[in-house]
C-alpha cells in the first residue's frame, strides 16, 4: 500500500512540474506576470519533490525525453518569452537576455569536458586492499564546491532568472535580469577558472597504481586467485570463498572487476585487486598464476579464462536443484568442484556438456563453522529460519521462490504459534526483478517489525524475532541457532543439511510429493508444505516434540549432498588445490 501511495504521488508530482513548465511558457508569451510566478512556484516545488522523494519515479521524465537538461532550457526559455512580452527591451537589452543563459550553457559544457578529463586521472584505473604499494604520486583535484556545480548541473544557477524576470516585468526594466545573468555567468566563469586551473596542475601526474600493482604481481608470485567479476549486488558469491581460499595457506589473490564490489566485499586477510577496465586487467602479468577459481558465470570471466597457463576452476556459489546449478557455460572451465555425489549426477541429468572427469567432488568448505544437531542451550526458544530464494531471472516463472505466493502466510503462521521465534534472512537479490516479491518482503518486515523484531545483528542469540537484511550476521551464523528451517529449492538447503537438523521445502505449484521429490532431490530429507501452508501447524508439533521421523534420512541426504561422512571438506579443498599448484 505505501508503495502504491508513493507511486501515486510521484506521479502528481511529474504532473504538476510539467503543467507548471507549460504554463510558465505560455504566460511568457502572453506576458502575464502573476500566472507565470504562481506556474513557477509550481515548478520549482516539483523538482525539488522528483530530486528528493521520487527520484524513481523522475527517471520515466528521462525515458520519455522530458529530463532535467530540456526542463531547464524549457525555464530559461520562459524567462527570455516573459522579459521580451512585457519588458520589451530594446536590441542590446534583447541581446544580453537571449545570450546570458546560453553563455553560462557553454560554460557548462566546458566545465563537463575538464571534469570527465579530470577523472580520468583522480580515478585510480585499479583499487587495492592489504596490499603495500608504496608511495604514489598524488594527484591535485579540483574544490568539492567546484565538482559540485561543474557539468550539467550548472544551469541550475538559471533557476535565480525566474524571479529575476518577475521583478524585472513588475519594475518594466531589463536590469534585473541582465544583473542575475551576469552574476550566474561569473560563477559559472570562476568555476570554469578553478577546473581549468586544476587540470593544469595535475597535467602529467598519472597516480602509478597499475605499475605498482605490476611491481607487487612480479613480486608476491601469487598461484591461486579468486575471481569475480560481478556488481555489488552480487558480491556475496564471492564472499563465501574468502575464508576457504585463505586457509588454503596458498599464496592466493582475490582478482575482482567492479568498483562496486570491491567496496562490498567482506572482511578478508587476502590481498585484493580491481581492475575495472579490460585491457588494464588483460595487461596484467599473470604468469604465476596456476589455479583461477570462478564463483559466478560472467562474460567478464573470459579476461581470465584466456590465460593458458591456469587452471580454471568453476566453484559457483552453492549447490542446488535449481537450474542456474548447471549452467552450459560451466563447460569453458578445465574443471567444475561439486559438494558431493549429487553435484556430479545434476550435471549428468542437465547433459550441457560437462564431461563427467571433468567434475571433482570436494565437499562444502564454507560449512565447518555450521554445528550439528544441538543450536544452543536447552531452554533457548524454538527458532525458525525463514530463508526463501529470490524471485530468479525468469518473470514467467511463479513457483521459483515461495515469497510471493505463500510468505506471509507462512510468516504468519510461525509468529502466531506458541513460543516460537522467527528469523527472517531473504535472499540478498530479492525484490530486485520482481514489484511483488519487493511487495510482500515489506510486508513480511513490517511484520515482523509489529511483532517486536530487532533488526540488530548482535541479537542473532537472543529471544526476539529477527530481521536479517544485510551482509551480518551471515547466513551460517543463523543456521547456528535455528531449530527448523522454511526455505525453497536452493543452496540454502543444501548447506543447512549440514546441520542434521530437519528442513521444510516450500512446494508452492502443488507438485505430488513422490514427483517434488524426485525433481529436486535436496528434499528428500525434507518436511513439504503446500501454498495453504496446512501443514506448518503439524510440523511445527513434530519437530518440536523431538521425535522426528526423517533424522535417519536427513544423515543419508548429507553424504549425498556433501560427500563422505567424517571427512573434512576444507581438507579435500585444500588437497585439490595442491594438486593444480603441483
Known amino acids: 500500500m505505501f508503495s502504491r501511495v508513493r507511486s501515486q504521488q510521484g506521479l502528481a508530482a511529474v504532473g504538476a ?30 523538482e525539488v519533490a522528483l530530486a528528493g522523494r521520487h527520484t524513481g519515479t523522475a527517471t520515466l521524465l528521462d525515458k520519455a525525453g522530458l529530463g532535467e537538461i530540456f526542463r531547464r532550457l524549457v525555464r530559461d526559455l520562459s524567462v527570455v518569452l516573459l522579459v521580451v512580452a512585457t519588458v520589451r527591451p530594446g536590441v542590446a537589452g534583447t541581446v544580453a537576455v537571449l545570450l546570458l543563459p546560453a553563455a553560462l550553457w557553454t560554460v557548462a559544457v566546458a566545465t563537463n569536458a575538464v571534469t570527465k578529463v579530470i577523472d580520468g586521472r583522480v580515478d585510480p584505473p585499479a583499487y587495492t586492499r592489504n596490499i603495500d604499494l ?46 542575475t545573468g551576469l552574476v550566474t555567468l561569473a560563477a559559472g566563469l570562476l568555476t570554469a ?39 555489488a549486488k552480487d558480491v556475496y558469491q564471492a564472499n563465501m570463498w574468502l575464508a576457504p581460499v585463505e586457509a588454503t595457506g596458498r599464496r592466493a589473490v582475490v582478482l575482482l572487476r567492479a568498483a562496486d564490489a570491491f567496496e562490498q566485499l567482506a572482511d578478508t586477510r587476502l590481498p585484493v585487486i ?91 568448505p564454507q560449512l565447518a563453522g555450521v554445528h550439528t544437531f544441538g543450536s544452543g542451550a536447552a531452554d533457548h526458544r524454538f527458532t525458525v529460519l525463514y530463508a526463501p530464494t529470490w524471485e530468479g531471472w525468469l518473470d514467467d516463472d ?26 527472517y534472512k531473504p535472499h540478498p537479490l530479492t525484490g530486485t526483478r520482481s514489484p511483488k516479491a519487493r511487495a510482500v518482503h515489506e510486508r513480511i518486515v513490517a511484520r515482523i517489525k509489529a511483532a517486536g523484531g530487532e533488526t540488530d545483528p548482535s541479537s542473532l542469540d537472543g529471544a526476539a524475532h ?11 551464523d543463523c543456521f547456528n541457532v535455528t531449530d527448523l528451517l522454511v526455505s525453497d529449492v536452493s543452496s540454502v538447503v543444501s548447506d543447512f543439511v549440514q546441520s542434521e537438523r530437519p528442513y521444510v521445502v516450500a512446494n508452492p505449484a502443488g507438485l505430488p510429493e513422490d514427483e517434488f521429490r524426485r525433481q529436486f532431490p535436496t528434499a528428500r530429507a525434507a518436511y513439504l508444505l503446500s501454498a495453504d501452508c496446512g501443514e506448518l501447524t503439524k510440523i511445527l508439533d513434530v519437530t518440536r516434540a523431538g521425535d522426528d521421523p526423517m533424522t535417519g534420512a536427513r544423515q543419508e541426504l548429507k553424504e549425498y549432498l556433501l560427500g563422505p561422512a567424517g571427512s573434512n571438506p576444507m581438507d579435500r579443498f585444500r588437497d585439490e588445490i595442491g594438486r593444480l599448484c603441483g
Open 17 to 46: 512540474t510539467l503543467l507548471g513548465y507549460a504554463v510558465m511558457v505560455l504566460a511568457g508569451v502572453l506576458g502575464l506576470v502573476v500566472p507565470y510566478a504562481v506556474a513557477a512556484v509550481v515548478a520549482v516545488a516539483g
Open 134 to 179: 608504496g608511495a604514489l604520486r598524488r594527484v591535485p583535484v579540483p574544490p568539492a564546491w567546484a565538482r559540485q556545480l561543474a557539468g550539467l548541473r550548472m544551469p541550475l544557477l538559471n533557476v535565480l532568472l525566474v524571479p529575476a524576470a518577475v521583478v524585472a516585468a513588475a519594475l518594466d526594466r531589463v536590469a534585473p535580469v541582465v544583473v
Open 193 to 231: 577558472a578553478v577546473l581549468a586551473l586544476t587540470a593544469l596542475r595535475g597535467r602529467g601526474k598519472a597516480p602509478g597504481v597499475l605499475p605498482a600493482v605490476h611491481d607487487w604481481m612480479a613480486r608476491e608470485r601469487p598461484e591461486v586467485a579468486l575471481y569475480f567479476a560481478g556488481p
Open 274 to 364: 580491481c581492475v575495472p577496465a579490460g585491457v588494464d586487467f588483460m595487461n596484467l602479468d599473470l604468469g604465476s598464476l596456476r589455479v583461477a577459481l570462478y564463483a559466478a558465470n560472467v562474460g567478464a570471466n573470459i579476461h581470465l579464462l584466456r590465460e593458458p597457463g591456469v587452471k580454471h576452476v568453476f566453484v559457483g556459489h552453492g549447490d542446488s536443484d535449481k537450474q542456474a546449478s548447471v549452467n552450459p557455460y560451466s563447460k569453458v572451465y578445465d574443471e567444475v568442484w561439486v559438494a558431493g555425489p549429487a553435484g556430479r549426477e545434476r550435471y549428468a541429468r542437465a547433459d550441457v556438456g560437462v564431461l563427467d572427469r571433468d567434475i571433482v567432488e570436494v565437499g562444502r
Open 398 to 423: 511463479p513457483y521459483h521462490t515461495s515469497l510471493v505466493l505463500m510468505g506471509e502466510r507462512i510468516v504468519s503462521g510461525l509468529l502466531t504459534a506458541a513460543d516460537v521465534r522467527v528469523i
Open 466 to 476: 529477527l530481521l536479517v537484511t544485510g551482509r551480518t550476521p551471515g547466513l551460517f
